[in-house]
C-alpha cells in the first residue's frame, strides 16, 4: 500500500464529493427560504398556523435525518410513491436544514434588542418596514455565522444518502472498500476528503463571526 | 410488527446510554488537555476534537468496523459502535464543559485557593458542581443528538430501531407504517426532552442574569 494508491483512492472519491457537495447546496438553497417562512409563522396568531409549523419543525430537529430518509425511500412505495434517490434525499436534507435552520432564524430575529423595534415604532414605520429595514438586517448578521455551521453539518450529513443508493462519498467508498478490500486506507481517503472540506468551511466561519460581530 | 420494532429500543437505549456515559467521562479529559498549561497537550488536544468533528459520524463508524477489522482487531457491531460513539461524544462533551468551566468566574477559583483547598476540593466541590449546573443542558441536547446518531449503528448490522424498521420495510413492503412506528418512539424521547433542556436553559439564564 503506497501513498500513490491512497491518493488514487481519494480521486475516485471526487466524483461523490461532487454529489454531496450538490445535494448540499441543493438542500440549503431549498431549506432557507422555507425556514425565514417557517420562522415567521411559527409566531401566528391562528393556532392551526402555530401547530402544523411546530410539528415540522419538531419532527424535522426530532427524528434521526436517517430515519426521515427511509421515510421517503422505503415508505413512500407502501402507499404507491416511488421517489429517486436524489428525489428522496433532497426532501429529507431539505426538510431537516429548514427545520434547524428555523430554530437559528427565529433566535436571531428575538436577539435584536427590544429598542430597535421602539425607534422604528416612533418613526413612524409599520410592521412590515420594521421588520425589512430594521429586524432583518441585524438578525441575518447574527444568524449567518450558525447558518453557516448548519450548512457543514448539513454537508457531513450527506454521507448518509448513501443507505438510499445516492452517489455521494461513502457510496464510492463502500464500493472501492467491497472491491479492493482495502477497507483501512480507503475510509481513510474518506475522512480526508469530508476533512478538507470542513476543516477550511469552520475556519472560515470563524473569521466570519469575528468579523460580524465587531460592530456588536 | 410493532411487537418486533419494539424490541429494537434496547439496543438504541444501550447505545445511546453507554455512549453518553462513557463519552461523559472521557469528555472530562479532553476539556481538561484543551485548558492545560502546558502548550503541546492543549495543541494536541485543539487537533484531536477539531479532526473528530471535521469527520461524518458515519466514516467514523466504517473506520471503526471496517478498518480496524483489517489490522486484525476485529469488534462485534455493537461494541464498535459504542467505541465510535463514546470518542466523538468525549470530543463534543468535552468543549460542551470547557465552555461551562470558562463561565466560572476566576474570583471563585482564587477564592477556594485562599481558603487553602486542595486541587482535588477544588475540582470536587467548586468547579465540577458550577460547571455541571450551567452545561445540564447542552449535555442533554447532546443526548438526544447521541440518541439518533445512534441510527447509524444499523448500517453494520445492530438490530436497534431502525434495522428493525429497515428489515420490515424490505421483507414485507409496509416500509411507511415500520418507519412511522420508528419516528415516534424517537419523537417519544426527543421532543419531551428537548422541551426540557430549553425551558431549563431559559430558567438558567434567567436565574444567572446580571440586573
Known amino acids: 500500500m503506497d501513498l500513490g494508491t491512497w491518493f488514487g483512492y481519494v480521486a475516485e472519491l471526487l466524483p461523490g464529493l461532487v454529489n454531496a457537495v450538490k445535494l448540499t447546496g441543493i438542500s440549503l438553497g431549498l431549506g432557507l427560504p422555507l425556514a425565514l417562512v417557517l420562522a415567521l409563522l411559527i409566531d401566528n396568531r391562528l393556532r392551526v398556523v402555530r401547530w402544523i409549523t411546530i410539528g415540522f419543525v419538531e419532527i424535522g430537529r426530532g427524528l434521526p435525518l436517517l430515519v426521515l430518509l427511509y421515510i421517503f425511500y422505503q415508505g413512500l412505495p407502501q402507499v404507491n410513491i416511488v421517489p429517486s434517490a436524489l428525489a428522496s434525499a433532497t426532501w429529507a436534507f431539505t426538510w431537516s436544514a429548514a427545520a434547524y435552520a428555523t430554530e437559528i432564524i427565529r433566535s436571531s430575529i428575538r436577539s435584536v434588542p427590544r429598542g430597535q423595534t421602539e425607534a422604528g415604532n416612533s418613526l413612524g414605520l409599520n410592521e412590515r418596514d420594521r421588520f425589512r429595514y430594521i429586524i432583518l438586517p441585524q438578525a441575518s448578521r447574527i444568524a449567518i455565522p450558525p447558518l453557516m455551521g448548519l450548512s457543514i453539518i448539513m454537508f457531513q450529513l450527506t454521507s448518509l444518502a448513501y443507505v438510499i443508493t445516492y452517489s455521494e462519498v461513502m457510496q464510492a467508498a463502500y464500493f472501492l472498500g467491497t472491491t479492493t478490500f482495502n477497507y483501512l486506507p480507503v475510509f481513510l481517503a474518506a475522512a480526508a476528503v469530508y476533512a478538507g472540506v470542513t476543516i477550511p468551511a469552520s475556519a472560515l466561519v470563524t473569521t466570519m463571526e469575528k468579523r460580524l460581530s465587531k460592530h456588536l | ?211
Not at chain 2, 28 to 46: E, L
Not at chain 2, 196 to 204: E, T
Request: glycine share 10%; with cysteine.
Open chain 2, 1 to 211: 410488527m410493532f411487537g418486533y420494532i419494539i424490541q429494537g429500543l434496547m439496543w438504541t437505549v444501550m447505545i445511546t446510554v453507554a455512549s453518553f456515559l462513557l463519552g461523559s467521562i472521557f469528555g472530562i479529559a479532553v476539556a481538561g488537555a484543551r485548558v492545560s498549561s502546558s502548550r503541546i497537550v492543549r495543541i494536541c488536544a485543539r487537533i484531536w476534537v477539531d479532526v473528530i468533528r471535521s469527520v461524518p459520524p458515519l466514516v467514523w463508524l466504517f473506520l471503526v468496523y471496517f478498518g480496524l477489522a483489517e489490522l486484525g482487531i476485529r469488534l462485534t457491531s455493537l461494541v464498535a459502535a459504542i467505541l465510535t460513539f463514546s470518542v466523538i461524544a468525549s470530543a463534543y462533551l468535552g468543549e460542551i464543559y470547557r465552555g461551562g468551566l470558562a463561565a466560572i468566574g476566576r474570583g471563585q477559583i482564587e477564592a477556594a485557593q485562599s481558603l487553602g483547598l486542595g486541587r482535588v476540593d477544588l475540582f470536587v466541590r467548586i468547579v465540577a458542581p458550577q460547571v455541571f449546573r450551567t452545561v445540564s443542558p447542552s449535555m442533554v441536547t447532546y443526548g438526544i443528538g447521541l440518541m439518533k446518531d445512534s441510527a447509524l449503528a444499523s448500517t453494520i448490522g445492530v438490530v436497534e430501531l431502525t434495522f428493525r424498521a429497515n428489515q420490515v420495510a424490505q421483507n414485507t413492503g409496509e416500509g411507511l407504517s415500520a418507519f412511522l412506528i420508528v419516528g415516534l418512539i424517537y419523537l417519544a424521547f426527543s421532543v419531551p426532552l428537548g422541551i426540557w433542556a430549553r425551558h431549563s436553559d431559559a430558567r438558567a439564564s434567567q436565574k444567572y442574569q446580571v440586573g
